[in-house]
């Protein structure tokens, strides 16, 4: 079942078309991963999606039904990039307020947070000023603030911004936890290598269109190029390599990248060596990574709106 679905969605800002007739749904209970240069569109998106903004045209359905931002909004946690926490309002007083926002009553939001303050050690601060916390100190914060409703769509923007590696991972572990709950994650980075360690799917949006989605492994998969790694027991002579049938792409110690010809196959790369009698030690296929995946599709939407600024006018 879609938790979110979003359809033919239009937001525009005079003429700039900041989203133009985006569509896309999130199964529940899994981890969405939203991409895009900065200024694709991605903040209008979430936005919209969180009831800040009204769209120009399309709809989006929340848990089956027509979107009610009044009611919905209750259902949804939003980390913003932009932190929101009030620097000069002591950390428990805060957090408690905030969670009373989400319709937490007192009793219940005093449990939580004790729960989530144990959680992530960080009792002490409870009675401190946020500016007095480090920026990574004020990302925990603002991560528990934004997951203490236990909402059913959690969006998260950056949230790893400021964090060093020991609390990044105590963060996404919890986004793991939370997702193997049930709850519905929305991730929004420029960090491509999480993206593909978090992510099940993702959408990548440009100049306010979506120019490609789909789960991290079939993109990985359209888009790779018959790249190969191969290691050899022995290095070949130049005698054996001349009659290959695929191309060399690199040459390492003892190990080839390669690059299949459409006419062969695996089968044909691993023959070529069983012949020659040079053992094999291993054979792996390079997939592309989701960050040159991105450079890529990122490069040939630029390239193609300068070409059609460029058109004369007839």
């Known amino acids: 079942m879609n938790l979110l679905e979003v359809k033919q969605l239009k937001k525009y800002y005079d003429t700039h078309k900041a989203v133009d007739n985006i569509s896309f749904d999130i199964p529940e209970g899994s981890i969405f991963g939203l991409l895009g240069p900065n200024g694709a569109g991605k903040t209008t998106l979430l936005r919209m999606i969180t009831g800040i903004f009204y769209p120009d045209e399309g709809q989006i359905l929340f848990n089956g039904k027509k979107f009610d931002p009044e009611n919905d909004v209750q259902y949804i946690g939003y980390m913003p990039e932009e932190r929101g926490l009030y620097k000069k309002m002591m950390v428990g007083e805060q957090t408690l307020y905030l969670a009373q926002l989400k319709g937490m009553n007192r009793k219940e939001a005093t449990e939580k947070i004790k729960y989530w303050f144990d959680k992530f050690d960080i009792n002490s601060w409870f009675n401190k000023k946020v500016d007095e916390l480090s920026k990574g100190m004020q990302q925990k914060v603002q991560f528990i603030s934004t997951i203490l409703h236990q909402p ?90 001349n009659t290959w049938h695929f191309s060399i792409v690199e040459v390492h110690d003892k190990s080839f990248t390669v690059k299949m010809n459409e006419d062969s196959s695996t089968n044909d790369i691993l023959l070529h060596f069983i012949r020659q009698d040079i053992p094999v030690t291993y054979f792996e296929e390079i997939l592309p990574s989701i960050n040159d995946v991105f450079i890529t599709q990122v490069q040939q939407t630029e390239n193609k709106a300068a070409h059609v600024a460029t058109m004369p006018l007839t």
């Open 152 to 241: 059913k769509l959690l969006i998260l923007d950056e949230p790893f911004s400021g964090l060093d590696p020991i609390n990044s991972n105590l963060i996404k572990q919890e986004i793991f936890h939370l997702r193997d709950q049930g709850t519905t994650i929305i991730f929004s980075t420029h960090r491509m290598e999480q993206v593909e360690e978090i992510c099940d799917r993702i959408m990548l949006v440009n100049k306010g269109h979506k120019i490609l989605d789909g789960s991290v492994k079939q993109i990985q998969q359209d888009f790779k190029q018959g790249l190969f790694r191969i290691g050899l027991g022995q290095m070949p002579n130049h005698a054996q390599m």
